[in-house]
């Protein structure tokens, strides 16, 4: 009976059902893992000049025609502090007018050296600037209604190299907001203002393209309805960088690449008044003027008059303004070599570059024509002083 019992107990434990196997811990969700951080890409490092030695014979078209005209226009930057000095001194001995005595003196106390960019390109872009004649009043009227602004008194400069001489030649525009110092007003706030804006007016003008390419030559005369010219000049800028209208035009499909000369955008500027105070405002940069000597030439970045067609503008990063510049180049819209021995005596908002040059071809109309077609490839030359150090790290 007992083991009947026990089997019977045994059956039973068999006939059990069996307990499910216990679910296995389930482990916590991993933290996910944090983004890789993206770099910044690398900012290439700023273009910077090379001057490779050269020699004169190695200069196209060498001896220019003129050099009895280009050491007048070097001389009008004189004197010249520091390595050109003693050139400024010879110079001044060489008889007038006497071409091959000009030869002789820039051979002899010159060297040239090849303007080369840290890119590596050994040529580029040289344009053409000029001094326009617009017509204006000393009196706004219905029909002159566009103010040509002197510099306004809210406008701060700051000299950087003040506190830092590594960024000599550097300034800071803006003006004071509370305690702050903000950027200043742009083109398109200054404009939509009018004669509401802080600012002197010298005078007032009848079209805003004449006064738009007013500003970027930095330059020109005013004439006036009784028939009187005024002079003005450079006083300063907002401190916005530049923005070229014509690409903007071309990047709208507005124009073609051929048709983006001032000529082009004054066309279509004509056609399309509706969209004009848009493409003038994508250029924020805003220069503020001065009234000068009519009797003078129009006044470059060295506070001398400039030499039609032997003065140039150039990038004085890398090319010390005073200095002279062979320049080799075409005429505009042409194979013409222009191979010239200039002085460097401008600079420009546009200018930016080791190889890059604008190129001065006077007053009015004609000079205008052509400034405004000039788009040209060219090389360019320093010379420096013989046996004076170079002016940069080569």
Request: proline share 12%.
């Amino acid at each position: 009976m007992r083991n009947a019992l026990v089997a019977a107990i045994v059956l039973l434990a068999g006939c059990a059902p069996v307990p499910p196997k216990p679910e296995p811990l389930a482990c916590p969700a991993p933290a996910p893992c944090p983004a890789c951080p993206v770099c910044p890409p690398v900012k290439p490092p700023p273009e910077s000049a090379r001057y490779l030695e050269s020699t004169f014979a190695e200069l196209p078209g060498w001896p220019s025609r003129g050099l009895d005209q280009s050491l007048r226009a070097f001389l009008r930057s004189c004197p010249r502090p520091g390595r050109l000095a003693r050139p400024c001194e010879l110079g001044a001995a060489v008889a007038p007018d006497d071409e091959q005595a000009a030869r002789v003196f820039f051979e002899t106390n010159f060297v040239p050296h090849a303007l080369v960019s840290s890119d590596g390109p050994d040529t580029g872009l040289v344009t053409g600037y000029y001094e326009p004649i617009i017509e204006g009043s000393r009196t706004p009227n219905d029909l002159h209604r566009h103010p040509i602004f002197g510099v306004p008194d809210d406008l701060i400069v700051v000299d950087l190299a003040a506190t830092n001489p590594e960024v000599r030649g550097m300034r800071l525009r803006g003006r004071v907001e509370g305690r702050r110092l903000v950027p200043y007003y742009p083109r398109g706030e200054i404009d939509s203002r009018g004669a509401a804006f802080p600012a002197p007016v010298i005078a007032w003008t009848a079209d805003p393209v004449e006064l738009f390419f007013l500003q970027i030559q930095g330059s020109g005369q005013v004439r006036l309805e009784s028939g009187e010219r005024i002079r003005i000049g450079y006083a300063d800028q907002n401190g916005h960088p530049y923005r070229s209208l014509g690409r903007y035009l071309i990047d709208r499909g507005e124009l073609a690449l051929e048709q983006a000369s001032m000529g082009g955008i004054k066309a279509w500027a004509a056609a399309n008044p509706a969209k004009l105070q848009e493409a003038l405002n994508s250029n924020p940069s805003y220069v503020f003027f001065r009234e000068l000597p009519v009797t003078n030439g129009p006044v470059g970045a060295l506070g001398i008059p400039l030499t039609p067609e032997l003065s140039v503008a150039v990038d004085r990063r890398h090319v010390p303004l005073g200095a002279p510049v062979y320049l080799a180049t075409t005429f505009p819209l042409s194979e013409e070599p222009l191979e010239r021995l200039m002085a460097a005596q401008d600079t420009g908002g546009a200018i930016r570059g080791v190889v890059r040059a604008d190129f001065y071809w006077g007053t009015g109309p004609e000079a205008g024509a052509l400034a405004g077609r000039m788009r040209q490839q060219g090389r360019m030359w320093l010379l420096w002083p013989r046996g004076e150090a170079l002016p940069l790290p080569n």
